[in-house]
């Protein structure tokens, strides 16, 4: 079975502050692919980052960085100096391999950012 | 820009009235999805076409179809919307490459049924 957790439901910061977005998965693959999306209030799902599971090593992108950790079954998202425009769902989700290339993604139930000014 | 369109933005219907969404791309992409969201859930897959190959999840109620007349067009028709199908409605795109596809999505279609 494939799973993804977000254990944090909401999570509230004010403006500047440094914010971690937790994610957890569960997979019996030893191949695998990992994804941050964003969903902002329009609703459009934004594609942030993608890893593979033979790759570990982490990933910073302007203020967002991401941290893989295959013996935690961890990926989670790190935003420095958060901005209200950072104010969000986050989603976390899987994808395993299989027998095909395309197929659909095992979302984490979502983490609703808020950032306050 | 490439993108990934719906329209509309916002469908109302009537509760039974038969409804169809649209979703067009501009990136090329040879894989389409729809994605059902209801409020504050994970996007849950419909279905998905491969080219022109059809992939219908499992779960999928009957009451869902899909046509891809084109590698740029896709649909969805919901034959007879009851209140348990408002939802967003998301479209997202990808191109199958070796490897696992990363997948783009559109701006959704918020569907209310009265």
């Known amino acids: 079975a494939q799973k993804v957790t977000q254990a944090q439901t909401e999570i509230s910061v004010v403006e500047k502050e440094d914010v971690t977005l937790d994610c957890v998965y569960e997979?019996?693959?030893?191949?695998?692919?990992l994804f941050w999306y964003k969903q902002p209030p329009s609703g459009e799902l934004v594609f942030l980052i993608r890893?593979?599971?033979?790759?570990?090593q982490n990933e910073i992108s302007g203020r967002y960085s991401w941290n893989f950790q295959k013996s935690t079954s961890s990926f989670n998202f790190t935003i420095t100096a958060s901005q209200v425009v950072d104010s969000a769902v986050y989603f976390c989700?899987?994808?395993?391999?299989?027998?095909?290339?395309?197929?659909?993604?095992?979302f984490g139930q979502g983490t609703t950012l808020q950032v306050k000014p | 820009d490439a993108m990934v369109i719906q329209n509309p933005r916002y469908q109302v219907t009537q509760f039974g009235k038969p409804v169809t969404l649209s979703c067009s791309q501009t990136?090329?992409?040879?894989?389409m999805y729809w994605y059902q969201q209801k409020s504050s859930q994970a996007p849950k897959l419909l279905f998905h076409?491969?080219?022109?190959?059809?992939?219908n999840e499992a779960d999928t109620p009957d009451n869902f179809q899909s046509r891809r007349p084109n590698t740029s067009f896709c649909f969805l028709d919901i034959r007879s919307p009851g209140l348990g199908d408002a939802a967003m409605y998301l479209c997202?795109?990808?191109?199958?490459?070796?490897?696992?596809?990363?997948?783009?999505f559109g701006p959704g279609t918020r569907l209310t049924v009265l």
């Open positions: 997202a795109t990808s191109r199958a490459l070796a490897g696992v596809d990363t997948q783009y």
């Open positions: 997979t019996r693959d030893t191949t695998y692919y």
């Open positions: 890893r593979n599971s033979f790759d570990e």
């Open positions: 989700a899987l994808r395993a391999s299989g027998s095909s290339n395309t197929g659909k993604l095992i």
């Open positions: 990136l090329n992409h040879n894989v």
């Open positions: 076409y491969y080219d022109k190959d059809f992939n």
